[in-house]
């Protein structure tokens, strides 16, 4: 059974590559979402196990998805070039690992499997 994520990118290229990626490693990709608001809806559509989020989004800071996840018991990842994220994002993204911007393969993967306790 292959792992659902949730992609939240709302640089194009970035989210694509990013999907690419995860898909060829067997993972389920839902997304990506450029915005709090689409992320929100995409909550309810899959089982997620895990999601990858990027702090600033078109309409802002990721932190009421990054409070809707955590309500759901969903952990997440983030992927920033932000080194505090939760200066950006507040509190609920403190301890979250982030695996930076541009991402490296082997770290995101590292951190998906970490998360996910797999």
């Known amino acids: 059974m292959r792992k659902t994520v949730l992609l939240v990118e709302d ?21 990506p979402a450029a915005t709090v608001e689409e992320a929100l809806g995409l909550l309810h559509d899959e089982l997620l196990a ?20 955590r309500a759901q ?5 983030i992927a920033s070039a932000h080194h505090n994220p ?7 993204l403190a301890g979250a690992r982030n695996v930076g911007k541009p991402t490296e393969v082997q770290d995101l993967l590292a951190a ?7």
Do not use: H
Not at 11 to 31: H, N, P, S, Y
Not at 50 to 69: H, I, M, N, P, S
């Open 50 to 69: 895990v999601a990858v989020l990027d702090v600033t989004l078109r309409d802002g800071a990721v932190t009421r998805l990054a409070e809707a996840l």
């Open 73 to 77: 018991n969903v952990p997440f990842v």
């Open 112 to 118: 998906l499997e970490e998360a996910t306790g797999s």
């Open 11 to 31: 640089e194009f290229l970035i989210a694509m590559d990013l999907k690419l990626l995860l898909e060829q490693r067997g993972w389920r990709v839902t997304g």
């Open 86 to 92: 939760e200066r950006q994002g507040g509190e609920v």
